[in-house]
């Protein structure tokens, strides 16, 4: 499922039932959890899951075409944790 | 951050009132969940993909007693940022 299905979901199901409204909820919902990312803060959001910024250290690389070393700086990754009603209904078609 | 935040960005945004964009907010999470319940990927370009993954069973220990026990076969969720994520939140 790509976003413009997702759109297209949501705009079956809010009142007056107009695509634009659907698209512009969809991109406000990601744009905001981007925008928390961004600024350092942690998002939950519960029966679904979290997400937060790890660290990766600095370190030294090597590009694999020259086998030179560079230095590849620290930097942040997105992370996220599945919760665990969510974990729970992804595995749930196996038991 | 938490729900509450993204149902007030939607009020403002949107117009619904608050009970709908509480109830529009919710309904977005209950979408992407009943699709990655039915083993289907989520994508969603410059954020990135929620992807189901089957793992197979195997031997785990107890890092406290030692003891092996068998990690029975089940369905994980993982989440792969996008390049553009990536790169937004590199030097934050």
């Known amino acids: ?95 | 951050m938490t729900k509450a935040d993204l149902v007030n960005a939607i009020y403002e945004r949107v117009g619904f009132s608050k009970k709908e964009s509480a109830r529009i907010v919710e309904l977005v999470f209950d979408l992407i969940k009943d699709t990655l319940e039915k083993g289907e990927k989520i994508k969603i370009s410059g954020f990135g993909n929620f992807v189901v993954r089957e793992k197979r069973s195997r031997i785990g220990r107890n890092p406290q007693t030692g003891e092996e026990i068998e990690i029975s076969a089940r369905r994980v969720l993982t989440f792969k940022p996008s390049q553009v994520l990536r790169n937004q939140l590199k030097s934050v």
């Open chain 1, 1 to 95: 499922m790509t976003k413009s299905d997702l759109v297209n979901d949501v705009a079956k199901a809010i009142p007056g039932g107009k695509k634009r409204d659907a698209e512009v909820i969809v991109n406000t919902l990601f744009d905001r959890m981007t925008e928390a990312l961004t600024q350092g803060d942690r998002i939950e959001i519960r029966g679904f899951g979290s997400f937060h910024l790890r660290e990766r250290k600095a370190r030294t690389g090597r590009n694999p075409k020259t086998s030179d070393k560079v230095q590849v700086p620290s930097k942040k990754v997105p992370f996220f944790k599945a919760g665990k009603q969510l974990k729970k209904l992804v595995d749930s078609v196996r038991k």
